[in-house]
């Protein structure tokens, strides 16, 4: 009788908080040996000329396949932060996005610079400067086709010795643009001391600001050009939000309306396209 009272408060005990334990102990495990296994792979989605719909660039997005599941960044990016498995995760991801650049440029594929999303948290750890730099070197990719995208987080938290870090990866020719730009709480004012090349607006104001009176995403683009910063609109989905933002001004212009992220096969086919030319053709046709 006891017993079998304890096994049942065992099983209402599992059912609730240990479950989530258990699930997410199977996932770090699994994560764990993801990258051994070959389970990560990026996908490429182009960012395009908001004035011609040429694509000049395209962002790695890592993906996660899991037994027979696509496990998307959300879902495992912050366990990995969480437990340390970003650092050789981050490591991965820009030697395969190098290797691939590299490869591209062997097949004479037409060559965009291609934007890495670096986890704040990698570069908790300060060998990162020297990691990225072995990685180009070894890959021997060209660094002015590589970008890195950062949060703005990472500047605000962080000192003169950082900024000297970020300065040491511009000079030999690798972009750094501000990612999800508009969602912390650095000025653009302040991005200017880290000599930040380019600034993506977060898909929420292209999505919910755009119409409105205080069309925020106006006010960045206007700003970020006064500081001589590139800009580019995160998450454009509508025809209608295609032509504000050309109206605006805005560089350049990226989401599901051009194109959803897709497999690096696929979206060499998209730059190839007719007569080698770099075109997307949604805009303007
Ligand atoms: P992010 O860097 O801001 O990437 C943009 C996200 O928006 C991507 O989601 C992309 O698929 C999605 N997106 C693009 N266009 C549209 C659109 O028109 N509409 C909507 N609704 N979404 C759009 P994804 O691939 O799921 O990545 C989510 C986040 O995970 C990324 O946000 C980034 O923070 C992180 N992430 C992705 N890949 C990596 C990686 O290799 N390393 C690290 N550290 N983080 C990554
Ligand atoms: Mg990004
Ligand atoms: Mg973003
Ligand atoms: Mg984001």
């Avoid at 102990?25 to 395009?48: G, S, T, W």
């Avoid at 037994?67 to 030697?95: C, H, K, N, V, Y």
């Avoid at 949060?151 to 511009?170: A, D, G, H, R, Y």
Wanted: proline share 4%; charged share 25%; glycine share 6%.
């Amino acid at each position: 009788r006891a017993k079998g009272a304890g096994k049942n408060t065992y099983q209402i005990y599992t059912s609730s908080m240990e479950k989530e334990f258990l699930k997410e102990y199977h996932l770090e495990r699994a994560l764990r040996k993801a990258i051994e296994r070959n389970e990560f792979l990026m996908h490429y989605q182009p960012k395009v000329e908001a004035k011609t719909g040429e694509i000049v660039g395209a962002e790695a997005l890592i993906r996660w396949q899991h037994q027979d599941r696509m496990i998307p960044p959300g879902e495992f990016i912050p366990l990995a932060e969480e437990t340390g498995i970003i650092f050789s995760l981050t490591d991965w991801t820009l030697r395969t996005v190098c290797e691939q650049i590299k490869r591209w440029e062997e097949m004479n594929v037409p060559i965009v610079p291609v934007s890495v999303n670096i986890s704040p948290k990698r570069l908790l750890k300060n060998d990162w400067v020297e990691t990225f730099l072995r990685i180009i070197d070894e890959t021997k990719v060209n660094p002015e086709y590589l970008e890195l995208e950062l949060t703005e987080s990472v500047l605000i938290e962080n000192e003169e010795s950082f900024n000297n870090s970020i300065q040491t990866l511009k000079n030999i020719g690798i972009k750094i643009s501000i990612d999800d730009f508009g969602t912390g709480y650095s000025s653009l004012i302040y991005l200017r001391k880290f000599k930040v090349d380019t600034v993506k607006i977060d898909q929420y104001f292209i999505q919910n600001s755009l119409e409105n009176e205080v069309p925020v995403a106006k006010y960045i683009i206007n700003l970020s050009h006064d500081l001589n910063m590139n800009v580019v609109a995160e998450g454009v989905e509508t025809e209608k939000q295609v032509t504000l933002l050309q109206q605006y001004g805005c560089d350049q212009l990226q989401g599901y309306y051009f194109s959803k992220p897709v497999p690096a096969e696929e979206y060499i086919k998209m730059v190839s396209g007719t007569r080698g030319q770099v075109h997307c053709p949604k805009v303007g046709s």
